[in-house]
């Protein structure tokens, strides 16, 4: 009984087929393929991601010393600078960055450590 189920299987072509009469080995190293593959995406796309933001915060930080405006020819009256609105934005941004930068060393150990391969930083 066994062998005319196996040769009825066996007659039959296509990929539902031969998927449903893969053994659990090939179907864990399927599984595991799919797994590692995810996982190694979403890191590098985590730490590009990363990346992006530190760099957008540094160039941010950078710019608030542009205190020309809008008019490149003059400069912003001390009476309009709001100095304590200044040192707190600075300072947010500051954080927001050691934040980024904490986050991309942790990513890039933890990347080259579950992947055995280095990551761009």
């Known amino acids: 009984m066994e062998n005319v189920i196996e040769n009825q299987l066996n007659e ?6 031969k998927s449903l009469m893969r053994n659990n080995k090939e179907i864990r190293d399927d599984r595991a393929l799919s797994i590692a593959e995810d996982a190694e995406l979403i890191f590098k ?4 991601d990363v990346n992006t933001e530190l760099k957008r915060l ?16 003059k ?5 309009d600078f709001d100095a304590k609105s200044f040192v707190a934005k600075d300072l947010s ?4 960055i050691r934040d980024c930068e ?9 990347y080259n450590e579950l992947f055995k391969e280095e990551v761009g930083v």
């Open 12 to 17: 039959l072509k296509g990929s539902f087929v």
């Open 45 to 48: 796309r985590e730490v590009e």
């Open 58 to 73: 540094k160039r941010d930080r950078d710019n608030m010393l542009d205190l020309a405006g809008t008019d490149k020819t």
């Open 75 to 79: 400069i912003i009256n001390p009476s």
């Open 93 to 96: 941004i500051g954080l927001k």
């Open 102 to 110: 904490i986050k991309l060393e942790i990513l890039a150990n933890r």
